[in-house]
């Protein structure tokens, strides 16, 4: 067995690991608790879950590339997801983006030089009443405007 | 006032602890079921209200339910689809947000009645706030007996897990959800067998909607009877509505069965800003056909809305005014497909990115004759021709569009 992951985060693990039948099935969960940790998946970190799921290497990199919320990159230092889906878009999803960029000089897809900023376009977040709509890190920010982002952007450094 | 078993009770100032919800009477049902109930008594109550899934397919509750094989030896589980991907949907948020022990009381009556001692609460990666909520709410109920080896001190033992999905709208899909809990790709997988006997790890399983669960209760508390009274027949209960879009008051709303369409804009979400008027609705969820202005003095139930050519679905009502564009509506539907489906078989994946790619050219002021057309076979050969339910989902929003809006889309 390799020893990338310090102790703290395998005990954790550990425990995820008896709520399942069997070992694959608690990939998810643990590719979650690793992508906390270390803010994205690295090669390592692929072979280390292999080994505690029980599976080979390929396999779990075969679940973590269909899953859109697993990152095998760094991202910047504040993950940005706005929702441009139907009813965000009717509210004004466009103007955000448009807002982003220019003030921001933020781009979906891209990170920021400084490393501060990722944002990315998602699907419906399930806040369709108060769009547009934005998750920085895991807060949903709502009802959002130019000046409300503006208010939240500063806070992130 | 029309009554509101789900809602009425909730804190507007967030989640009930245990304490508050034991206070307004929670757990009663469950304690009484569970003490005084045989698990076949609690599964006719269910069967008997009619309650129909809310988590897009309607089927009833009782029945699915009925479906799991007595002579298996077991375990049996269940799987609470709390997924919730259906873009026009956020419901189950509204429920995890304030009362996340009025689920867990649903999954105790569910888990008595099927005999289930595990539940898995598959929850989409993004809520990740109402996970933890809901991960606090299970240790709150474990700490005080309500989970656990002996559930409200019975001897029925349960245990609840919460499983985060990780960003894929085709895991709301309950095959898919099952491989995906299984840690494999979240790709459907053919039935039958259905999950009723082959489900999570081979084992018969029940899924069930977070709003279908939520809704046990107060079936449980009142009586079958009382919660068919509610709404039609065949279709009992109160519907938590989602509305969003051009109306003035978005939001969820509980309202009984067979609420007239119209007035769930007009009245309820408050109607359109002043001076705009009504274009489409599309009455529930992405992936039911949208409807016409002319086309919504139509009841809120199963049975309307399919005779209406479209469907009831999760209930995500999303309201147009004249001020949108359908070019802009169907290059958003349009992108969600293309992006969400799994791939796995031609038909759904070669049509959505077909469609996908006509719509963007079409909005870079490259379309060609016959666009619409091309639109309209891609999505025709992929209805009823997929492996799930998805391929349908696609197809169905994209030819309504298409059909009812092809004067606006060729200009
Ligand atoms: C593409 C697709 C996505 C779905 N997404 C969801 C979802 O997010 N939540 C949900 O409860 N059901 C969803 N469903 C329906 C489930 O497959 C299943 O019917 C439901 O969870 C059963 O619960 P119910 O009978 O209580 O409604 C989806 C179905 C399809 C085909
Ligand atoms: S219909 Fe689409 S989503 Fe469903 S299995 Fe086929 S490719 Fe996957
Ligand atoms: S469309 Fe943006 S949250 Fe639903």
Redesign the interface.
């Known amino acids: 067995m390799t020893n990338a992951f310090p102790s703290g985060l395998r005990t954790r693990i550990e425990a995820i690991l008896a709520?399942y039948?069997?070992r694959?099935?608690?990939?998810?969960?643990v590719?979650?608790l690793v992508q906390r940790e270390r803010g994205f998946i690295g090669p390592e970190d692929e072979a280390e879950a292999a080994v505690l799921?029980g599976?080979r290497p390929v396999e779990v990199r075969?679940?973590l590339t269909?899953?859109?919320?697993?990152r095998r990159e760094p991202a910047g230092r504040h993950l940005l997801?706005v929702c441009?889906?139907?009813?965000c878009?009717?509210?004004g999803s466009a103007g955000i983006l448009d807002h982003l960029r220019r003030a921001f000089g933020l781009q979906p897809g891209r990170t920021t030089p400084d490393g501060r900023f990722t944002l990315v376009e998602?699907?419906?977040?399930?806040?369709?009443?108060?769009?547009p709509c934005l998750?920085a890190g895991?807060?949903?920010h709502e009802n959002l405007t130019p000046a409300a982002l503006d208010a939240i952007l500063r806070e992130l450094e | 006032m029309a009554e509101r078993p789900l809602t009425s009770t909730f804190d507007p100032a967030g989640p009930r602890s245990l304490e508050a919800y034991v206070r307004g009477g929670g757990y009663a049902a469950a304690r009484r079921a569970l003490a005084e109930m045989t698990p076949a008594a609690v599964a006719g109550e269910v069967k008997a209200a009619e309650l129909r899934g809310r988590g897009g397919a309607g089927f009833p509750a009782g029945v699915k339910w009925s479906f799991i094989p007595r002579t298996d030896p077991g375990p049996f589980y269940l799987c609470v689809n709390a997924d919730?991907?259906?873009?026009?949907?956020?419901k189950?948020?509204h429920i995890l947000a304030h009362d996340p022990h009025l689920l867990l009381e649903g999954i105790i009556l569910c888990a008595y009645a099927v005999g289930v001692h595990t539940a898995y609460i598959y929850i989409?990666?993004?809520?990740?706030?109402p996970a933890r909520r809901l991960e606090k709410a299970i240790a709150e109920a474990a700490g005080a007996g309500v989970l656990g080896a002996s559930v409200l001190g019975s001897g029925f033992s349960l245990d609840v897990?919460v499983?985060?999905?990780?960003?894929?709208?085709i895991c709301g899909e309950e095959t898919a959800l099952l491989e995906?809990?299984?840690?494999?790709?979240?790709k459907p997988r053919l039935k039958p067998p259905f999950p009723a006997a082959v489900g999570l790890?081979g084992k018969p399983t029940v899924i069930n909607n977070v709003e279908t669960l939520a809704h046990l209760p107060a079936v449980i508390r009142n009586g079958a009877s009382w919660f068919l009274g509610l709404g039609k027949p065949k279709d009992g209960g109160t519907r938590l509505v989602?509305?969003?879009?051009?109306v003035v008051r978005?939001?969820?709303y509980e309202l009984p069965i067979g609420t007239p369409l119209r007035d769930v804009v007009f009245v309820h979400a408050g109607g359109l800003a002043p001076g705009r008027t009504l274009k489409a609705v599309?009455p529930g969820g992405?992936s039911s056909a949208v409807l016409g202005p002319g086309e919504i003095d139509v009841p809120m139930d199963s049975a309307s809305l399919a005779a209406a050519g479209s469907m009831i679905g999760s209930a995500?009502v999303?309201v147009?005014d004249d001020a949108?564009s359908m070019k802009?509506?169907l290059d958003?539907?349009s992108r969600?497909y293309a992006?969400?489906s799994c791939g796995q078989c031609t038909p759904c994946r070669v049509g959505t990115s077909w469609i996908r790619r006509i719509v963007l050219r079409r909005g870079a002021g490259e379309g060609r004759a016959g666009d619409l057309d091309r639109i309209v076979r891609l999505a025709g050969a992929m209805k009823g021709r997929t492996l799930c339910p998805f391929g349908d989902a696609a197809a169905v929003p994209i030819l309504a569009l298409v059909t009812k809006f092809r004067a606006e889309l060729e200009q």
């Open positions: 709520r039948p069997n694959r099935a608690a990939l998810l969960p590719l979650h799921c599976l075969e679940v269909f899953y859109t919320m697993f997801r441009t889906n139907l009813s878009s009717i509210r998602v699907e419906c977040l399930g806040a369709c009443d108060k769009g998750l895991d807060t949903l | 919730e991907g259906e873009p026009g949907t956020f189950d948020r989409r990666g993004e809520y990740e706030e897990i499983h985060r999905g990780a960003g894929a709208y995906s809990l299984e840690g494999f790709r979240g790890f989602s509305v969003s879009g051009s978005p939001g969820v599309i992405m995500g999303i147009i949108v802009t509506v958003r539907i969600f992006h969400e």
